[in-house]
T-cell receptor
Framework: KAGVTQTPRYLIKTRGQQVTLSCSPI?????VSWYQQTPGQGLQFLFE???????NKGNFPGRFSGRQFSNSRSEMNVSTLELGDSALYLC???????????FGPGTRLTVL | ELKVEQNPLFLSMQEGKNYTIYCNYS?????LYWYRQDPGKSLESLFV?????AVKQEGRLMASLDTKARLSTLHITAAVHDLSATYFC??????????FGKGTSLLVTP
């Protein structure tokens, strides 16, 4: 079974630009969650999508948004990038029940 | 607000020794996860603990959960260098949202 895939793996943007990150979950998984990891703040929950609906949202500004498609693939978008948005963005997928979450390799975003 | 506290945050231990990492959380939850992260890598799932008294073991690692004390432990037995990594505990929120601890950076030395 293929794992969680994320594209692109690396991104360099400048302040004020916007960026879209993509996540393809494990086949059959309907839940996709996004996390931001930085050295200062650690791992922080961004949002979770289940069957195309946002089910949970973390404490991030409205510049961070996401969506999920009918094939469970998910995208997150960050508009008006700030230097502090530089981070590793991790996507995780989960199957039914209280399964563990399987994390993708991450997208490392650098904002200059 | 759910808080998850791990200690210690840094741990240097000799090969062959035993040690325990603690994870305390502030609000009732029915799910506790342990993950491992190697430098520059993503998170690898180690354990999922779903009930009070749950104990799971894999190799030299054993995790337990006490929901009444809101405490989980990750015990390392006879540490080896390959266990050097950062270990995170995470508490399940609503749905599959997780609240992570700061992580314990473990270094096992000869």
């Amino acid at each position: 079974k293929a794992g969680v895939t994320q594209t692109p793996r690396y991104l360099i943007k400048t302040r004020g630009q916007q960026v879209t990150l993509s996540c393809s979950p494990i086949s059959g998984h309907r839940s996709v969650s996004w996390y931001q990891q930085t050295p200062g703040q650690g791992l922080q929950f961004l949002f979770e999508y289940f069957s195309e609906t946002q089910r949970n949202k973390g404490n991030f500004p409205g510049r961070f948004s996401g969506r999920q498609f009918s094939n469970s693939r998910s995208e997150m978008n960050v508009s008006t990038l700030e230097l502090g948005d530089s981070a590793l963005y991790l996507c995780a997928s989960s199957g039914s029940g209280a399964d563990t979450q399987y994390f993708g390799p991450g997208t490392r975003l650098t904002v200059l | 607000e759910l808080k998850v506290e791990q200690n210690p945050l840094f741990l240097s231990m000799q090969e062959g020794k035993n040690y325990t990492i603690y994870c305390n959380y502030s609000t009732t939850s029915d799910r506790l996860y342990w993950y491992r992260q190697d430098p520059g890598k993503s998170l690898e799932s180690l354990f999922v603990l779903l009930s009070n008294g749950a104990v799971k073991q894999e190799g030299r690692l054993m995790a337990s959960l006490d929901t009444k004390a809101r405490l989980s432990t990750l015990h390392i037995t006879a540490a080896v260098h390959d266990l050097s990594a950062t270990y995170f505990c995470a508490v399940g929120l609503s749905g599959y949202a997780l609240n992570f601890g700061k992580g314990t950076s473990l270094l096992v030395t000869p």
